[in-house]
């Protein structure tokens, strides 16, 4: 049975008519528009869905409308813009990170949790925070540079 929902979305709030069922990631793609986050394993294995509930970083393809109530989404989209993106979107750029740029939208969401909270990480801080996460272009040690480097502009 549908029932309305009204996300807040990156700050900008969206009704959404839909089962309490539902991923939250179908209605971010198919109601809310966002070309971000990405469906990839729909399981809650590879991070392409990754947004923050929040702030808490939480896979999209397997939280059910239900469980978001009033908490504020953020996406990928949310963290930054052209003019003044995030330190992890920057960093990506230096580092050259982007192959075909799926798996972007759940390492960056998580990494952006994970340095709100640890300032100056060690690697294998930053390993440990990132395990789960997928990119089967295989670029890994170019986006641990540049969550690095994200560490080193954040303070």
Known sequence: MSQSFTLDVNGKPHTVNADPDMPLLYALRNDVGLNN???????AQCGACTVHLDGQPVRSCVTPMAAVGNAKITTLA?????????????????EEVPQCGYCINGWIMTAAAFLRDKKRPSD????EALTGLK????????????VKRASEMMG
């Open 37 to 43: 986050p990405h469906f990839g394993c729909g399981l």
């Open 78 to 94: 949310g963290l930054g813009t052209p003019d003044k993106p995030h330190p992890l979107q920057a960093a990506y750029v230096a």
């Open 124 to 127: 294998a801080e930053i390993k």
């Open 135 to 146: 990119c089967r272009c295989g670029t890994h040690m170019a986006i641990l540079r540049a």
